[in-house]
């Protein structure tokens, strides 16, 4: 079946970052597989509500149509997330911080442990940040033993390599 794409979800379809783990992979291609399972029975909907004829006072059909273009939308965008898709593979020991790697840094006094994964990962509550951020584009490619300074809010901060693993 044949999606029509929408200017205004065409303009939504940017780029995602790459970088996911094996695990959350396999959970992306989980969410893919129950998209398919459910995709025949939205159309389906759709198809039986649009032989009621008038569609423009039909709510019932209207709503299905949205449904059915969220799923097909959903769809569209893991498949291109998981083709597209970079494992972050476990680091072996090295000297400077790269994706996968954890990573102690000291600022203000205090040591603070960080997981630095790809944004789709990014969990900064639980320790996990994305390269992206400033704070993971900051740390990458340095060695322990180096600072490396964040001007944030008007204000710089330090942190301090201490550990890689």
Do not use: C, W
Not at 54 to 83: C, H, P, T, W
Request: aromatic share 4%; glycine share 6%.
């Amino acid at each position: 079946m044949r999606t029509l794409n929408r200017k205004s979800e065409k303009n939504n379809q940017n780029k995602t970052d790459p970088f996911i783990t094996e695990e959350k992979y396999h959970e992306l291609k989980k969410t893919l597989e129950k998209l398919y399972k459910t995709r025949p029975k939205a159309a389906a909907e759709v198809s039986s509500l649009a032989e009621m004829g008038d569609f423009s006072e039909n709510v019932e059909y209207q709503l299905a149509k949205g449904r059915l273009r969220g799923i097909n939308n959903r769809i569209l965008m893991l498949e291109q997330q998981l083709n597209h898709a970079v494992i972050i593979s476990p680091q072996k020991k090295t000297d400077s911080v790269r994706i996968g790697h954890h990573v102690r840094i000291e600022t203000e006094g205090k040591k603070i442990d960080y997981l630095i994964l790809g944004s789709a990962e990014s969990k900064p509550e639980k320790g996990i940040i994305s390269h992206l951020s400033p704070l993971g584009s900051a740390l990458l490619g340095h060695k322990v033993g180096e600072s490396v300074t964040l001007r944030l809010a008007e204000r710089e901060m330090e942190y301090k390599i201490l550990k890689i693993e």
